[in-house]
Structure formats: structure tokens, C-alpha cells
């Protein structure tokens, strides 16, 4: 198939339309589909957070609920003296989630009086044991679990520590203020705490999976990582030390919305590029945050798989769709193959050629006919234009002939006069088509008095050529009768004027030298005033009194000039087809350029003079088509005085 | 809580034991030190020059024992364990002033690094708006140059003793916190807050810029390993030149350090540790070079203990020369 036919313009055309309709189609699917994927992924995230949460809740509320109660007692006096070490190995016992329990005194407060007083029961295997914490070597009134809670006078869950005494787990103590009564006075007692083990929680989260590689993670109130599956993390980073070791000013953000006790949904980009979601959770008990966090990529991962499919199963329909469309569009303009080439027949003028036949499609059958009315119109049309070129070319024909006779009615051998050395002349006459209007004749009245004339017949073509005929005819004829050129020019305005249908009329210049004196004679009758040369160096216009031009009025009186020519005078004569031939912008050549070439070259003789305006008139015209008929005649004296 | 106090002894009754030892060559003076405190980067400097030879190439067995939560630095001295240790100048004065035959041979730190933080939620922008407040301060040590700040402004401060963590601060159970800059001030940071969100009062822009780590040993050991204490701090500056110009390296020994000991680490902190620790060796404007103690600063430090109006001590007129090798 070639680039440009048509064939593979439609199928180009309708290819690029269904790819960009396909392409619209699939980014707005992608994008909603994104925006659904997205929607659904935060939800399960939020979901998922949501459920560990509780979970981690309904282990901690009860736990929780073991001190408070215990604050409650000791307020109402309801335990005390060593009768505390029994109560709190039998929680310890009874409370499998407890790893350890304490009841901190704040100094001089228990009934013993003491400034250390704790008593403590914990695990030691499967035993439970009780001791005393309090000493100077262990003063628990500035560590974290007693003295938090004890200035803020709020339960406080510790940062989570790791145990290998006896635990050998993740603990947290979870602290709570009681307060005993004084003399009436409601006064603050110590901290009742409870030691818990992490494991149970470390299990919910890793029991936490979203997509391929997602996880949960927990973090304390300072962003330290309690559980996170890199295990290495726990107790040793936090979320702050993991943004700033990898450059993740977001993550830093993050973690401080986590800790202020926020929920989220938000996205990081590490350095490498590899972008996150992370979704979080606050933990109202323990003030900790839980995150669950997933790659984007493999959020998108089904998206990409349902792209590959999409995108195969559209390249595979387009496929298709080229196959069938290459296949009906060909059957479909195949027939205008058939007809580009009964139309190629057709142009090497077999009109009868079997155009091919059309079977379907109402514009294959309107071409058809076309092509069969074009297929006749033309025949005929070729067989008029035979009878038209023939009949053209019998009229160029009887043109030239009647061009080669007209020629043949002026004098066109130069010299013209061996015998007379007094005189020199040369002429010339170009039709601007077969035969033309203008004319010029010279011829000896005797031995020594030269006739000329120079005339221009009004139109162009057959009709100013005929008439020209006449004139010149005329011209021979009354010329040797007349006397004067005045005469002459009136006997051929009569003779003229006789018949003249067609109101044609002639301008002419008509002269009688005597080539042994020099004395001119003349009768303008409406033409162009000829060019006097004063021996081979002044020029200028002479004859200026125009009469009409011959065939206008039958009994106009024509007068006779005189005008005394000295040796080397020349008169030069021309038809205004010389001053009005135009170039390409119509601009005339005029008298001026004619004078001032004729001036330039005033010691020319006739032949080389016309020559050289001739050449002139062409640097003029430039090639531009000729309008007029273009005639010169120049006589120059060469008598003795 | 006990569980708690049981972990840590075991702990640091694994780093009585740690220690690196090595085999016992003909003609290598054998030194023992001991630091402060647990491994961090606050010792680079050792930890470098002892695994690149420094001291092996200036004919030095060097062992490093850490101090215990119930063993100090001081106490293995004392008892005769180790040679030398590392401690803070007024603590090593306040030893002299206490009649103790100790001396000082070399000093790495050359400013202070304590300092005071408040929230700027607090409004406490000023020192003198300290009046009134709580201030957590350590019960265990480094108090001398915030009682002497206090004693110095006549502010009426409320003490609160804390041990070790931030943790009472970041709930706003104290208004003021004392801190070091290389250590706590950082972990401030990695808890959350941000440098903008705290006002910060470092001892050194109120005239207590007295120098921190230096070595000390007992009379009789400098007189018997003069030259090999010499050849110690020597090589010990050349550790930390080093850590300086290779601080991932460094950083990973610090690190390594911290792992055999079971301690909690990261590198993000341990980092900005080694940081700020390497710009307190460098003297700046003080007119002392790298290792040695300016007298200008003994005897500000000297003043400090004189002031010291809870404390007797039967020796306050120390002179410089007996006190610093």
C-alpha cells in the first residue's frame, strides 16, 4: 500500500481516530480506577489499623483496669501492712498477662513508715516471687515508671524496655497514682504499676499483612519502635532516627502527627525514589501509634496487570481492526483502481474502453456513469475539435499566404536604388500577427523625384491588411497622375471614402524628394511626425501639422509642406506601433526614448538607424508580447552640392 | 522496677567482664582505661586508636574496661583495676580537693557541652525567667556547673533529680532540663521534637565554659608510667584525628562497641555524638593545645568547687602543677 493512497490515508485516518477515542477511553478507566484502588486500599489500611487497634485495646483495658482497681483498695484502706505481698503475688498469679506487680510507696507514707517501702511480686519461672525494691542503691522515686505518673498524678504506660531477667520479653509497666487518706485529707500514696509482656502484641501485628510486603509497626510516645518487623528497629530507632538516617523529612513529619495522637493516611518517598503509604493509628491507652504502611507500587501491582491486559487486548484489537478495514476499504475502492486505469486508456484516446463494473455502492455507480457520460462527451468532443483544429489550420494557412503576399506588396530589396547614389533608404515592417495594418512604399516618379509613404491603418488582423492593400494600391496608382503629394493624399481619401462600410481610415505620411536638389515635399494626413536629422548630427520631430488621417471624410482639402534637405539629412519615418510598444509594466516607449536614440546615433545610415531603434524597442518591451505593428522607413541625401 | 535494675546489672556485670585483651608481648607497657560510661561515640577516640595500633605503635597493651551501673570509672581506680580513666574536670577536681592522690594527664574536651532546654510552648526564653520553674537535673553527677549557673544568677531554681532519661521533660513534667548536647539534647530531637520548638541555655555562654573529659590516674601510677600515659594521650589524639577525617568507619566501631555491650543503638545519634564531641577537642579561641589542660580553665573549674558552699572538702587549694602532668 503506498503512503499516499487512499486507501492508506482512511485507514491512517481511522487508525489515528480509534487510537486517540481508545487512549481517552483508557486514561479516564486508569484514572478512575487509581482513584478507586486508592479509596479501597485506605479503607482496607484504615481497616486493618483500625482492627489491631482493638484488638491491642482489649488486651490493655482489661490490664489496665487490675491497677486502677487497686488504687480504688488502697484508698479505702482495704489492703495494707505485709498483707500487700500476698495480694500482689496472687494477681501476678492469677493474671497470666502480668509479668510483675508493684506497689511504690512515696516516702514515710506506708504504714511502716520507711523511706523505701515497695513491695513487689514477680515471675521467676513458674514461680512468683515477692521482695522489697525500694533501697539506696535502687531509689525508684526518679525512674521513669514512679516519677512520671507521680508528678503528672496520671496513669502512664513506659516506654516499652527489654527484659532478660526473667521475662526475657518486651515489657511495659503500666503505673497508676493512688492516694490514701490522712486525717481526713485525700493525700498522694505512691504508684501501683503492673509489668505486662509485649508478646502478644508483637503476634497482632505481625498478624497485620496488606498487599505483597505491607506491615505494621507500633510506636511509643517518643516514636521509638516497640515492634516493627525489622527487629533490629525495636528499642533501638525511632521514627525520628529513621527519617533523619534516610532523609525523609515527610517520615519525621509523620511521626510527630503520630505521636501528637492523630490519625492518618500519607505517603513518603525515600531517597531512592521507592514511594510508601502509611497509614496510622493512635492507641488511646498506651498514647502509642500504629502505622501500617505499603509500598505504592504494589498497591497499583493489579492496576499494572489489568493495564498489560487492557493494552494487549487493544493491540490486538487494533490489529484486527487494521486487518478487516485494509480488507473492506481495498474491496471497496478497488473499482477506482480499475477506473484510474480505463482512465489512463481513455487518455491515449481509446474512448471505447469496458469500463470495469460496480456491483455495490451508490458513489462507485455515480462514478461509473460519470466516467461513461465523460467517456462519450469526449469522443464527441474530439471529433469537433478534429473538424475545429482542421479548419484553424486552413485559416493559418490562407494567413501566411496572405501574409506572404502583403509582404510581397511593399519593396523589401535594399538598396532599392543602385543607379541613384544620391539616395540611401531602408525600411521595415513587423506584424504583430499573420498580416497587419501598416505599410510603407517607395518607388521613382523619374529620375530624380523619390515617392514614399508611411501609413497605419486603424484595427489590426485581415480587415486593416485588406485595406492596407488598397491604400498602397491606391497610393501607386493616383501617384504618378498627381502632382503634388497633397493631391495624392486627397485622391486616395476619395477613393477610399467610397464604400467604406466599416469606417476604416488610414493615417499616412506621404513624400516626393528630389533626390537631386533635396527639396521634400509632404502630406501628413493624421500620422506620427517623422525625425529630421541634420547632417548626421541634430535630431528633432518635423511635420508636426497633422491632417486627418485618409477614409474619414471624402472631401477634406489635404495640405503639401516643404522642407529643404541638405546633405546627409536623413528624415526618418515610423508608425506609432515604435512609440507605443509596451513593456511588461505598459509602459510606452515613447517619443522621447525614440528621439534621444535616433539623437545617439544621428550619423547612422537607414539600415544600421532602424537597426539600432529596433534593438532599442526590444531592450524596451523585454520579451512582452507585441500589441502593434512596428514599421520604420529612414531616407538619407547623399547628393552632391 | 526490679525487673528492670536485674537486666541492667546483668548488663553491666557483662561489662565488668568485657573487656579487650589481648595477648602479652615482651617490652609493651600494659595500660588499662576505663571511660565513664557505657560505649558511644563520647569515646571514639579510643575505640579508633586501639583498633588501628595507635597504642600498639607507640609499644602500648591498652585494655579498655567500661564502668558498671554499680562499678565507676573511679572505682576502678581506685581499686587498682585499671590505670587511667576518663571523667570531667570538676569531678577530677573535686576527687583532689577530696584528698585523693589523683592526677590529671591529658585532656580531650576542651568547652563544655551542658546545657538547658525548655519548650518554647513554655515561654522560657530568657534565663532569668528560670525564677519559679523546675529544673530535671542528674542525681548522679555532672550538677556542678548548673548549681554553680544557679549559685551564679541567684536564681531560685526547683531541683527535680532525674536519672538518665527525657522522658519526665517531653510530658512537661519539668519546665527546664539539664542536658548534654552531644547526648540528651539529641534525643530530644529523635523523640519528636524539633530544634525550633526549644529554647536553648548552654553553660558556656554564661561563663562556665569549663572543659569536660580529661585522664586521670592515681600519683603512684603516673610516677611508675609517666611515659607511657604520655605515649597514651598521644596516641589517643591521634584516634581521634582519625575519627574525625573517617567518621563512617568510626561510626561503625562506635556502633560495634555498643552491640557487644547489648546496648540500644543507632547510628543517627551516635553520629551527631561523634559530631559535637570532635568540636569540643578543639581548643578555638583558647589558648591551649589539643590534649593539654588551659590554666585559665583549672582555675575557673577551681573556683567553681571553692563556691561549692554544700560541700566541704578537706584540700581546696589545689595548684595547678601538682594537679595536671
Known sequence: MKRNSLSYKIIQRVLISCVALGFIIFAIQYAYTRYLVENTTRENAQLLAENAVNEIEKVIRPVELIPENLAWMMESNVISGEFIYSFLEKIVKNNPSIYASAIAFEPGMSSKGSYYFAPYAYRDGQKVCTTQLGSSDYDYFIMDWYQIPATLRIPYWSEPYFDTGGADALLSTYSVPFFLNRNGHRVFGGIITIDISLDWLTKIMHSVKIFKTGYAFLISRTGSFVTHPNREYIMNQSIFTIAKEDNIPELREIGRTMIQGKNGFKSVTTQVGEKNWIYYSFLPSTKWSLGVVFPHNEMYADIRQLTVLILFLSALGLGLLVFFTVRI???????????????????????????????????????????????????????????????KE????????????????????????????????????????????????????????LCFAIGDVSGKGIPASLFMAVTRTLLRSVANKATNTAQI???????????????????????????????????????????????????????????????????????????????????????????????IENKLYGNDRLLDVVRNHADYLPKKLIEEVHNDVKVHVNGHLQSDDLTMLSIICLRNE | MKTRTQNARDLFLFLAFFSFTFSISIGQTQIAFSPQWFPQAQFAGYYVALDQGFYKELGLEVKIVHPSGTVSAFDNLNNGKVDVISSFLMDGIKQRASGRP???????????????????????????????KTLGLWSFGFQDIPRAFIHKYGYDLQIVPILNTVNLFLLNGVDAL??????????????????????????????L??????????????????????????????????????????????VREMDKAHLPNNKTHQRWMLNKVLELIEPGKKQVKKGQLSKQDFQSALEILKSDQTTNYPNPNILMEDFSK
Request: charged share 25%; proline share 3%.
Open chain 2, 102 to 132: 589523683l592526677v590529671h594527664v591529658g585532656q580531650f574536651s576542651q568547652h563544655s557541652a551542658l546545657m538547658m532546654v525548655t519548650k518554647k510552648t513554655s515561654g522560657i526564653d530568657q534565663a532569668k525567667k528560670l525564677n519559679g
Open chain 1, 394 to 449: 486552413k485559416i493559418e494557412s490562407e494567413l501566411r499566404i496572405a501574409k506572404e503576399i502583403q509582404m510581397g506588396m511593399i519593396p523589401h530589396i535594399f538598396p532599392p536604388f543602385p543607379n541613384l547614389p544620391e539616395v540611401d533608404l531602408y525600411a521595415s515592417l513587423e506584424s504583430a500577427r499573420e498580416v497587419g495594418g501598416d505599410l510603407y512604399d517607395f518607388f521613382l516618379l523619374d529620375e530624380d523625384l
Open chain 1, 329 to 391: 476499504i481495498n474491496k471497496q475502492i478497488m473499482p477506482l483502481a480499475k477506473f484510474a486505469h480505463s482512465a489512463r486508456i481513455i487518455a491515449e484516446g481509446n474512448f471505447e474502453v469496458e469500463l470495469p463494473k460496480v456491483e455495490s455502492g451508490v458513489e462507485m455507480k455515480e462514478l461509473h456513469d460519470s466516467f461513461e457520460f465523460m467517456q462519450k462527451e469526449l469522443a464527441e468532443y474530439v471529433i469537433h475539435l478534429k473538424e475545429t483544429t482542421s479548419a
Open chain 1, 489 to 583: 493624399t486627397a485622391s486616395i481619401n476619395k477613393t477610399l471614402n467610397i464604400s467604406n462600410e466599416s469606417n476604416m481610415f488610414v493615417t499616412l505620411f506621404v513624400g516626393i524628394l528630389n533626390t537631386k536638389t533635396g527639396e521634400l515635399r509632404f502630406c501628413n494626413a493624421g500620422h506620427n511626425p517623422p525625425i529630421l536629422i541634420k547632417n548626421g548630427k541634430e535630431a528633432d520631430f518635423f511635420g508636426l501639422t497633422k491632417s486627418i488621417p485618409v477614409g474619414l471624410f471624402d472631401d477634406f482639402a489635404f495640405t503639401e509642406e516643404h522642407l529643404q534637405l541638405g546633405r546627409h539629412d536623413q528624415i526618418f519615418l515610423y508608425t506609432d506601433g515604435l512609440t507605443e510598444a509596451e513593456d
Open chain 2, 178 to 207: 539539664t542536658v548534654m548536647y552531644y547526648n540528651e539534647y539529641d534525643q530530644l530531637i529523635n523523640s519528636g521534637l524539633n530544634e525550633d520548638e526549644l529554647n536553648t541555655f548552654f553553660f558556656s555562654d554564661y561563663g
Open chain 2, 209 to 254: 565554659d569549663i572543659p569536660e573529659d580529661g585522664l586521670y590516674c592515681l600519683e603512684n601510677t603516673y610516677e611508675t608510667k609517666k611515659e607511657a600515659l604520655k605515649k597514651f594521650v598521644q596516641a589517643t589524639l591521634k584516634g581521634w584525628d582519625y575519627a574525625a577525617k573517617n567518621k563512617d568507619y568510626t561510626i561503625e566501631l562506635v
